[in-house]
């Protein structure tokens, strides 16, 4: 390994940045999000059911996505083997869910007058995941740092 690889080794700078926003921000973002959602909406559970499922499908994908986000980013900060591969099927994952996540009050039956209220918001909030997600996919991708610390892992 030459001297400018072995000085770009390690978790630090933008890698360092990634690891703290899987482990700490994302997850916390994640939950918190779904507690204030799940509080706003526990008036109206008793009168429409579907919103109520919504939550619930909601909850489990998001309670998944906020563990494999720790798992990723810990992984990333452990240099763990595979961990760039991991990181990659978490982006690709929270990118997946965040369009799908648009389509699921139609899928259970939530009233139309609700889903367009909260459809703009949904497909703005998939586009802003999917561009978080495909920033740090090419940084992981391209990153001098990211083969200089993974490449016995690549």
């Avoid at 080794?9 to 700490?24: A, D, N, P, Q, R």
């Avoid at 452990?78 to 978490?90: G, H, M, R």
């Avoid at 995941?129 to 996919?137: D, K, R, S, V």
Wanted: one cysteine or more.
């Amino acid at each position: 390994m030459d001297e400018i690889n072995i000085h770009l080794k390690g978790v630090k700078g933008w890698l360092l940045l990634m690891c703290i926003s899987l482990t700490i921000l994302d997850p916390s973002s994640i939950i918190l999000n779904l507690m204030i959602v799940t509080n706003l909406t526990k008036p109206y559970f008793s009168k429409n059911t579907e919103l109520l499922r919504l939550i619930l499908i909601n909850g489990t994908f998001s309670i998944g996505l906020a563990v494999f986000s720790i798992y990723a980013g810990l992984s990333l900060w452990k240099i763990l083997p595979n961990a760039v591969a991991t990181a990659k099927k978490y982006l690709l994952a929270i990118s997946l869910y965040s369009v799908f996540s648009t389509f699921i009050p139609v899928l259970i039956g939530l009233q139309t007058e609700p889903v367009k209220g909260v459809s703009g918001n949904s497909v703005a909030n998939s586009l802003m995941t999917i561009l978080y997600a495909t920033a740090w996919y090419l940084y992981l991708k391209k990153s001098k740092r990211v083969k200089a610390t993974y490449s016995s892992n690549l």
